[in-house]
C-alpha cells in the first residue's frame, strides 16, 4: 500500500520567533568548566519545522533548554516570540515534549493530558475541550480513561504531545521524543508528526540523533559539532510539500543526507 503524503504548512518570511545570536553556555562542574555552547546564532522562522542534529554531548538539547528556559546562557542572547525565554515561558508559549513521555502512571491519559489545563486554571469545560481536541489530533481517541501502562510506548509518546499541545501554544520543543522507539513505530510517528504539524501550523524545533528523521521532518535542519557545540551546516531542505515515507529512497531525498552526514563529519574535523 503507497505512503500517505503529507503536506506542509507555508512558512511566513521574515517572521522569526526564536532568535539566537552568539550564544555561548559554559557549565561550571567540580572538574573545570564544560563548554556546552559556543557562538550560535541561529533564526527559526514561523510555522517552520526545525530540527538539530549532532553527536551525543554537542549541545542541541542544550540549545532547546536555553530556548524553554529552563538552562541559562553565559554570553549571547536569545529570544523567543522576540521577549526573553523566561517571558515566554511565562507566557506559555510553548509546550515541551521530554526523551521519555513522563506520564503520571496513577493518572488516565486524560488525567495527564488535561494537567496543565487544570494548572493554569482552565474552567472544567474548557479542559474537556481541549482534552478531546488533543486526543483526536494525535489519533488517541477513546484511550482517555486507559492508564499509561495500559498504552504502547508510541501511544504513550502521543499522548505526551497531546499533552504538550493541550493549551495551544504556537511553538512545539521536541527533545528526541522518539529515540527510543523502533524503527517501525517511529516511522509512523514520523508520518502523525507531519500530520499534525500541518494540521496545527506550529513552530516545531526538533531534537534527533537520525539522519533519515532529519530530513524527512524538516524545512530547515541545523547540523551541530561536538563540544563545544557549535552550528557547522544550515540546510535549507528543497524537498517538496508532499512527503510520502518512500520520498526517502529519492536522490534528492539521499541527497540533503548526504550533505547532514558531510556537515557532521566536518564539526568532527574541526575538534
Known sequence: MQDAAVQMPETVPGQSVISAHHLDLTFETNDGPVHALKDVSLDVAKGEFVSFIGPSGCGKTTFLRCMADLEHPTGGEITVNGVSP???????????????????????????VRLPLEIMSYSKAEQVERVARVLELVELTGFENKFPWQLSGGMQQRASIARALAFDADILLMDEPFGALDEIVRDHLNEQLLKLWARTQKTIAFVTHSIPEAVYLSTKIVVMSPRPGRITDVIDSPLPPDRPLDI??????????HRVREGLRAGHSDE
Open 86 to 112: 523566561e517571558e515566554a515561558r511565562k507566557a506559555r508559549a510553548y509546550g515541551y515534549v521530554f526523551q521519555a513521555a513522563g506520564l503520571y502512571p496513577w493518572r488516565t491519559i486524560g488525567g495527564n
Open 248 to 257: 526517502r529512497d529519492t536522490p534528492e531525498f539521499l541527497e540533503v543526507a
